[in-house]
C-alpha cells in the first residue's frame, strides 16, 4: 500500500495584505519570546491586515536543532497541519530547557536520544509525529525553508522580514506596537 503524497500546510496565520515572516529556531531563547508575541501581534494588527509566517531557521549550535525542526514541519503534513506544527512549537518552547544543551555543549541532553527528543515533544503537544517524522520526502520540505532563509541572506534566529524585506532594526524584545509600526507603515 502506497502512502499519499506528502503535503506539508504552510505555517501562517492571519490573511491580510502586509506579511510578516519571522525566521526561528524552535529552542532559541530569543526566537521563543518572539514566537511568544505572535498570537498578540495578529489580534493588534488585525487578521485582516497581516499575514504572519513562520520560517524555521535551524542553527547547528543547538544541537538537536535540525530533530526539533523535522518534528515541526513533520506535523505540518498531518490533517490538522499547522495547528498541529503550532502544538509542536508551543511545546518546544514551553519545556525549551529540555530540548535544549547547558552551554550548547553539555547537561543532560548528553544522554539523550533523537528517538527521545521526539518522544517528549509528543508527550508535551499531544501529537503524534513518529510516522510522518520517518517521511523520506519531508527533507524536500525543510530544505525549502533552508533556502529560502539563504535565499534572503537570513543567518541568525530570529530574524523578521516585513512585505519581503528583512528588518534589521527589529529584534524579540521590541514591544510588539514597534512590530506593528513597521507593518502598518
Avoid at 503535503?7 to 529552542?27: N, V
Avoid at 504572519?52 to 543547538?62: A, C, F, G, Y
Avoid at 535565499?151 to 514597534?178: C, K, R, W, Y
Wanted: with cysteine; charged share 20%.
Amino acid at each position: 500500500m502506497s502512502q499519499q503524497p506528502l503535503h506539508a500546510a504552510p505555517l501562517s496565520w492571519g490573511h491580510g495584505p502586509r506579511t510578516f515572516e519571522i525566521f526561528i529556531e524552535p529552542t532559541c531563547p530569543f526566537s521563543v519570546r518572539a514566537f511568544n508575541k505572535l498570537e498578540a501581534l495578529l489580534e493588534a494588527v488585525g487578521e485582516e491586515n497581516v499575514t504572519v509566517k513562520i520560517r524555521l531557521q535551524s542553527q547547528p549550535w543547538h544541537l538537536f536543532s535540525g530533530v526539533i525542526v523535522r518534528c515541526v514541519l513533520a506535523a505540518s503534513t498531518l490533517p490538522d497541519g499547522k495547528n498541529a506544527a503550532h502544538k509542536v512549537l508551543r511545546a518546544v518552547a514551553e519545556h525549551r530547557e529540555e530540548f535544549e544543551f547547558t552551554d550548547h555543549c553539555s547537561g543532560p541532553n548528553m544522554d539523550a536520544t533523537p528517538q527521545q527528543i521526539i518522544e517528549r515533544i509528543e508527550n508535551y503537544s499531544g501529537v503524534q509525529l513518529v510516522d510522518a517524522f520517518a517521511r523520506p520526502e519531508l527533507q524536500t520540505e525543510i530544505k525549502w525553508h533552508c533556502k529560502y532563509a539563504r535565499q534572503n541572506g537570513i543567518h541568525v534566529s530570529p530574524t523578521f522580514m516585513v512585505n519581503g524585506l528583512v528588518q534589521a532594526d527589529l529584534g524579540s524584545g521590541d514591544e510588539i506596537s514597534v512590530w506593528a509600526q513597521h507593518i502598518l507603515a
